[in-house]
Each structure stands twice: as C-alpha cells, then as structure tokens.
C-alpha cells in the first residue's frame, strides 16, 4: 500500500528565517507531487507540481521554492519567510500510468502547520 | 481560467439531509471531486464522478450535470462527525492541466445535536 509522510508536523518560525519542508512517499514509482497551501478559513492554493526527478513548475510566484531530488521525495523551501507564509502545508500524490475512475485522483499527507511570527 | 463555487457555510442537525452544491466554470473537464477535511488534517476523498448521474456511497451521494456545470454532495442520517469542510475540485484535461485539480475554497458544515 502507499503512504504519504510529511514533517514537520508543525513549526514555529521567525520572520526572514529559512524554511524547508519534506515529503516523501513510499509504495508507488514515478508519482505526480504537489504542494498546496491553505489559509486559515480558505481554500487549496496550489504552490508547485512536478512531474518527475528536477522537473517543478511553480503556480504562485513568491519566495518559496521547490524541489524533486528522488522519485518520492519533494522539497518546499524558502531563504526568508515572510508573515504571510504562514499556513497549512500539504503535501499531495497522484499516480502515474494508470485510467480510470482513480486516474485523477490526489492522496494528501498529514500536512505541516506553519506559524511565521 | 478555472472558476468552483461552493457555499461558505452551511449548519444541519443530527439525523438530517444536507445538500452541498458546487458549479463549476473550467477550460476543460475531467472529473469531479468530492473531498471530506476535518479541522486540521488533510482532506479524504469522498467521491468521484465523471459522467452525468448520482453516484451513491453508502450515506453520501454525489451528482453530476455536465451541461449545467453543477454538481452536488448528499449527505444522509448526519452525525456530529459529518461536521467537517467538504471540498469540491475539478479535474483539468490537458496540457498544463493534466493531473492538477481544481478546488472550491470548500463549505464548512456543522452540525448541531
């Protein structure tokens, strides 16, 4: 079966301070991942997606980053975080090669929850 | 550009039938996506429906109208635990579309005892 890990769970951060944030899955090959973040009371803001190993197209333009170093490891990072950064981060996969019903279909992790003070 | 449309809020009491609507403005389609999302966890899915008709799932049922855009979440006998954000997305088809979805900002329901 497949599984979704992100961590930190939660996290306190000063303003202009570094961020980075991981997620791994495990029991699928060559999956689509996704980076959303929501705000309180808000909907999912898609962040970035990749398609596979170093390949990211970014949504939003601000001053966070992405990156795929292995098949199942995606990277959200900042150099400075910022007020506004703060959120619930969740990390999504998607399979890849397959049809039908689940074709679409995006399994979220637990999620990170940022406080940027 | 992709345009989902959901109620902000919505309240029911135990035992009830509540009706979540969602339409949808999108440059392409490839199924809708029902979501369930719990105070601070990730959200689960609930449904799937890419042809026009309702789908049911034990409590839940999902409809779709492709022509009108619209679909909706039915939730049957409500317990306090239904109460949680229900997020629709859309399915894009190609193209930088393929394999993203497309989210409502989600409708919270409560409900009351």
């Known amino acids: 079966s497949q599984t979704i890990h992100q961590w930190p769970a939660t996290l306190v951060q000063p303003v202009g301070s570094p961020l980075s944030l991981e997620c791994t899955v495990e029991?699928?090959?060559?999956?689509?991942l996704y980076w959303y973040r929501q705000a309180a009371g808000r909907g999912l803001q898609l962040l970035f997606y990749?398609?596979?190993?170093?390949?990211i197209s970014s949504e939003v333009p601000q001053n966070l980053s992405a990156s795929r170093p292995q098949d199942r490891q995606f990277i959200l990072s900042s150099k400075k975080l910022l007020l506004s950064d703060s959120g619930f981060y969740l990390c999504?996969?998607?399979?890849?090669?397959?049809?039908?019903?689940?074709?679409?279909?995006?399994?979220f992790g637990p999620g990170t929850r940022l406080t940027v003070l | 550009g992709q345009n989902i449309d959901q109620p902000t809020e919505m309240t029911a009491t135990e035992g009830a039938i509540v009706q979540i609507n969602c339409t949808y403005q999108?440059?392409?389609?490839?199924?809708l996506f029902w979501y369930q999302q719990h105070a601070g966890e990730a959200p689960t899915f609930l449904s799937y429906?890419?042809?026009?008709g309702l789908e049911e799932k034990g409590r839940f049922s999902s409809f779709l109208s492709r022509s009108k855009g619209y679909s909706y979440l039915l939730l049957k006998e409500l317990q306090m635990k239904d109460s949680a954000s229900y997020l629709c997305?859309?399915?894009?088809?190609?193209?930088?579309?393929?394999?993203?979805?497309?989210f409502g900002r989600g409708t919270q329901l409560t409900v009351w005892p």
């Open positions: 999504a996969w998607r399979r890849t090669g397959t049809s039908g019903a689940s074709y679409n279909e995006q399994f």
């Open positions: 029991g699928t090959s060559n999956p689509n």
């Open positions: 990749s398609v596979g190993i170093g390949q």
């Open positions: 999108t440059s392409g389609f490839n199924g």
């Open positions: 429906n890419v042809l026009d």
């Open positions: 997305a859309v399915a894009g088809v190609g193209g930088s579309t393929l394999g993203r979805l497309y």
